[in-house]
């Protein structure tokens, strides 16, 4: 993320903290040569996060430089949901798997924790968009193709994330990768909302959300 230009969002809980996420230049070359390092060292799949860059075509031509070498891992790709969709058009010919995190469902959130009032349109496109691509992802297959949800359970959020689910993919055939086990990271930890963990009552009532997505034949996987 960091070496490939960093994150517009913000997110107050995002895992880097108050890291400095600047973009490095790098040539096709210089990423396929990266590449051909974690092949070296036994990597399973290439996983690319938020890579929200100036210039999408030029990560493509990385992507393709890389492609050319004929990896045996997958390409995977990480979206935090706001990407503009010019993006997700310039990787998907170089793409394998996207897991596309939902962190928030309201417009209140979406400006206060992400930072991108019409994220939930955003979300939505980029979700239909690589449903019509890759088609979801079966877990229990070997190799990573297709497309998965990730939601992170924030505190004071734990009933209301199956709704916000329901909403954006209303067919109920993308599998769906849920934490339950936040912790605070970086500015977080000085957010009144989310600077704390989950409370115990809190974990029941967002398990209890996953009980009933199961039985309404959904795939969620809980972390």
Do not use: Q
């Not at 790709?77 to 928030?104: I, N, Q, T, Y």
């Not at 992400?114 to 239909?128: K, P, Q």
């Not at 690589?130 to 877990?139: H, I, K, S, T, Y």
């Amino acid at each position: 993320m960091i070496t490939l230009a960093g994150c517009t969002a913000s997110c107050l809980f995002c895992y880097l903290a108050d890291g400095d996420a600047r973009p490095v230049a790098l040539d096709p070359e210089e990423f396929s040569a990266i590449g051909r390092d974690l092949a070296r060292r036994g990597a399973t799949c290439l996983y690319l996060v938020n890579p929200e860059v100036p210039c999408p075509d030029h990560l493509a031509a990385a992507l393709a430089a890389l492609h050319r070498l004929e990896p045996a891992f997958p390409v995977v790709v990480k979206l935090g949901g706001h990407e503009p969709l010019d993006l997700a058009m310039a990787l998907r010919p170089w793409v394998d798997g996207v897991s596309l995190d939902v962190k928030v469902f309201g417009v209140a959130d979406a400006i206060a924790l992400v930072g991108c009032a019409d994220y939930a349109n955003r979300v939505r496109s980029l979700i239909d968009y690589w449903r019509a691509e890759l088609g979801p992802w079966v877990g229990d297959e070997g190799a990573i193709r297709g497309v998965w949800l990730r939601h992170l359970v924030l505190p004071g959020r734990a009933h209301l994330w199956g709704e916000g689910l329901r909403t954006l993919d209303p067919t109920g055939r993308l599998p769906v990768w849920v934490t339950m086990h936040y912790r605070p990271f970086g500015r977080a930890r000085g957010h009144p909302v989310l600077g704390r963990r989950l409370e115990a009552d809190e974990r029941g009532a967002a398990a209890e959300v996953v009980r009933h997505l199961r039985i309404e034949g959904r795939t969620v996987w809980v972390a």
